[in-house]
């Protein structure tokens, strides 16, 4: 188990001086050696270095699971570099407010994503060098300059640069889904990074035996620091594919003798909707962790499967505060605090509740550094969300009498579909700006698998308006995860005396006779 300085770039060096040849990472073709990923790692951080890139600012990352998105990583975090990576689904307003609000000077991005950046050339207040993967770059809009990512490695030197780098620095910022306002930068040090991963270490008790297996983007926290930085401080390896086959999956846990992953939204449940083989329980998997874990298919899953589930509560500002322990697994819980974080339920005046009364949920921190930062640019966010020395986490919950913590709801306007967090808020603005719309209001509703589907709530300035119009409108302007699956006209909201929007009626009412499918009718999402 790694115990030297918590940084990304120092684990790396470890790694790769104990076992420069032995396999770190195999993608769906290629492996990666801790060897090569060291020296790739320097290259990048020279390679940035170069385009006058220095410790303190930002680049942004919008690559898909890679050897390339893993190097640059390292590099930026090895240059001191703060990395911003980006879902691979953005583009329009939302691509431009996170480039603009990070002052991203460079991005490192693929080839099929370089016209989104086009598109919001104006809207750009500072970037100016655009890495590209892939094929061969055509010109960019001034005041851009486009790079070949191949040409810039095949110069670069694969020397350590002298760069001192603390655990306290930043690593990361990490954009959230907004709520009641524009998305949220959380800004992320090395240690806090090391405190997640330390942590699914030890519910996970993971070992140099350890295969672990992700399907999740290295622009999430956990493909990140619930799988890679984890696997590097135990000494396991890493199987990394850049897309879920609920078919195959077992298949490759098999063929490549997987010991754990990570599950996330659906994930478990489409599992569990596979046709039953004679070898479900014939596989390799001992434990898995992640959230939610469905109630109702659980210890089913538990025995089609044979394996152990654990779970976690967590979120991007304070990594994983609950664990629920296998060998002390409470079903429907989200488990006991942690070591490192102090866990209480408050009421709207932020005193605790008693035991089994419904608050929100609240954190602060028992060691420094194991907390976000802050948001970037946004200090009143940030004292807002730590009012009253607390982290508000938005979410709901209670306690039991055993200092069991359960999740109930989210107070935060956040509508969570198949492991996404999608903002109503960012949502509502696309749909506010088709000219026929007055006004929109976004609401999670029950989905089928797990989690939730977004439904759209629309009251009309005048006339008509066909639903696969207004879908079409929004397609280009936002991720395609976000795009609504129901939507409803409607001739007024349900609103409070001071003319708040009441969501939860909404809710409440969930899919009713009126309510327009896109499944149903087989609207084409493009990705």
Same mark, same amino acid.
């Given at each position: 188990?790694?115990?030297?300085?918590?940084?990304?770039?120092?684990?790396?060096?470890?790694?790769?001086?104990?076992?420069?040849?032995?396999?770190?990472?195999?993608?769906?073709?290629?492996?990666?050696?801790?060897?090569?990923?060291?020296?790739?790692?320097?290259?990048?951080?020279?390679?940035?270095?170069?385009?006058?890139?220095?410790?303190?600012?930002?680049?942004?990352?919008?690559?898909?699971?890679?050897?390339?998105?893993?190097?640059?990583?390292?590099?930026?975090?090895?240059?001191?570099?703060?990395?911003?990576?980006? *879902?691979?689904? #953005?583009?329009?307003? +939302?691509? @431009?407010? !996170?480039?603009?609000?990070?002052?991203?000077?460079?991005?490192?991005? &693929?080839?099929?994503?370089?016209?989104?950046?086009?598109?919001?050339?104006?809207?750009?207040?500072?970037?100016?060098?655009?890495?590209?993967?892939?094929?061969?770059?055509?010109?960019?809009?001034?005041?851009?300059?486009?790079?070949?990512?191949?040409?810039?490695?095949?110069?670069?030197?694969?020397?350590?640069?002298?760069?001192?780098?603390?655990?306290?620095?930043?690593?990361?910022?990490?954009?959230?889904?907004?709520?009641?306002?524009?998305?949220?930068?959380?800004?992320?040090?090395?240690?806090?990074?090391?405190?997640?991963?330390?942590?699914?270490?030890?519910?996970?008790?993971?070992?140099?035996?350890?295969?672990?297996?992700?399907?999740?983007?290295?622009?999430?926290? *956990?493909?990140? #620091?619930?799988?890679? +930085?984890? @696997?590097? !401080?135990?000494?396991?390896?890493?199987?990394?594919?850049?897309?879920? &086959?609920?078919?195959?999956?077992?298949?490759?846990?098999?063929?490549?003798?997987?010991?754990?992953?990570?599950?996330?939204?659906?994930?478990?449940?489409?599992?569990?909707?596979?046709?039953?083989?004679?070898?479900?329980?014939?596989?390799?998997?001992?434990?898995?962790?992640?959230?939610?874990?469905?109630?109702?298919?659980?210890?089913?899953?538990?025995?089609?499967?044979?394996?152990?589930?654990?779970?976690?509560?967590?979120?991007?500002?304070?990594?994983?505060?609950?664990?629920?322990?296998?060998?002390?697994?409470?079903?429907?819980?989200?488990?006991?605090?942690?070591?490192?974080?102090?866990?209480?339920?408050?009421?709207?005046?932020?005193?605790?509740?008693?035991?089994?009364?419904?608050?929100?949920?609240?954190?602060?921190?028992?060691?420094?550094?194991?907390?976000?930062?802050?948001?970037?640019?946004?200090?009143?966010?940030?004292?807002?969300?730590?009012?009253?020395?607390?982290?508000?986490?938005?979410?709901?919950?209670?306690?039991?009498?055993?200092?069991?913590?359960?999740?109930?709801?989210?107070?935060?306007?956040?509508?969570?579909?198949?492991?996404?967090?999608?903002?109503?808020?960012?949502?509502?603005?696309?749909?506010?700006?088709?000219?026929?719309?007055?006004?929109?209001?976004?609401?999670?509703?029950?989905?089928?698998?797990?989690?939730?589907?977004?439904?759209?709530?629309?009251?009309?300035?005048?006339?008509?308006?066909?639903?696969?119009?207004?879908?079409?409108?929004?397609?280009?302007?936002?991720?395609?995860?976000?795009?609504?699956?129901?939507?409803?006209?409607?001739?007024?909201?349900?609103?409070?005396?001071?003319?708040?929007?009441?969501?939860?009626?909404?809710?409440?009412?969930?899919?009713?006779?009126?309510?327009?499918?896109?499944?149903?009718?087989?609207?084409?999402?493009?990705?």
């Amino acid at each position: 188990m790694y115990t030297g300085t918590q940084t990304f770039g120092k684990i790396v060096e470890y790694r790769a001086e104990k076992a420069p040849n032995s396999r770190f990472v195999r993608f769906s073709s290629i492996d990666l050696t801790y060897g090569q990923f060291h020296r790739e790692g320097n290259k990048i951080a020279h390679v940035m270095n170069s385009l006058g890139l220095s410790k303190g600012q930002t680049c942004a990352v919008m690559l898909p699971n890679s050897p390339e998105f893993l190097a640059t990583w390292l590099g930026l975090a090895r240059l001191g570099v703060i990395e911003v990576p980006i *879902n691979v689904a #953005y583009r329009g307003d +939302l691509l @431009a407010y !996170i480039l603009n609000k990070a002052e991203c000077k460079a991005i490192v991005i &693929s080839s099929q994503w370089v016209e989104r950046l086009e598109d919001i050339s104006k809207e750009l207040e500072h970037l100016q060098h655009v890495i590209v993967v892939g094929e061969d770059i055509e010109p960019l809009p001034d005041p851009m300059i486009g790079h070949s990512y191949k040409n810039l490695m095949e110069n670069a030197s694969s020397v350590s640069l002298n760069i001192e780098i603390s655990p306290n620095n930043p690593s990361l910022i990490l954009f959230t889904s907004g709520t009641t306002g524009p998305t949220k930068g959380a800004i992320l040090s090395h240690r806090a990074n090391f405190a997640l991963a330390s942590t699914c270490c030890d519910l996970m008790n993971y070992g140099p035996d350890d295969r672990l297996f992700t399907v999740f983007p290295l622009f999430h926290v *956990n493909a990140r #620091y619930a799988t890679i +930085l984890p @696997a590097l !401080i135990a000494g396991s390896d890493v199987v990394m594919h850049e897309r879920f &086959s609920a078919s195959r999956f077992w298949d490759i846990c098999r063929a490549e003798q997987i010991t754990t992953f990570t599950y996330m939204g659906s994930l478990l449940t489409m599992l569990m909707k596979q046709p039953e083989r004679p070898n479900d329980a014939d596989n390799p998997v001992r434990m898995i962790q992640g959230a939610p874990a469905p109630l109702e298919i659980f210890e089913d899953f538990e025995k089609r499967f044979n394996l152990r589930i654990t779970e976690a509560y967590g979120s991007t500002e304070v990594g994983l505060a609950m664990v629920n322990r296998a060998e002390s697994f409470r079903k429907g819980s989200c488990g006991k605090a942690v070591p490192v974080y102090e866990v209480a339920i408050h009421d709207e005046n932020d005193q605790p509740c008693p035991v089994g009364e419904v608050g929100e949920i609240v954190v602060r921190p028992k060691e420094p550094g194991v907390l976000f930062s802050g948001y970037y640019g946004m200090p009143e966010a940030t004292v807002e969300t730590w009012r009253n020395l607390w982290f508000h986490t938005g979410d709901r919950g209670r306690i039991d009498e055993d200092g069991y913590f359960y999740f109930v709801d989210r107070k935060k306007d956040v509508i969570r579909r198949r492991g996404e967090n999608i903002s109503s808020y960012e949502i509502e603005h696309v749909i506010n700006t088709h000219p026929k719309v007055a006004e929109a209001a976004l609401v999670g509703v029950p989905s089928e698998l797990s989690e939730e589907e977004v439904m759209a709530v629309v009251i009309l300035r005048e006339g008509e308006l066909d639903p696969e119009e207004l879908l079409d409108f929004c397609q280009p302007r936002m991720a395609h995860f976000a795009l609504p699956r129901y939507i409803r006209f409607v001739k007024e909201f349900p609103r409070t005396p001071s003319q708040r929007i009441e969501k939860y009626k909404l809710r409440s009412e969930g899919i009713t006779p009126d309510s327009w499918d896109r499944e149903k009718i087989g609207y084409k999402i493009h990705r």
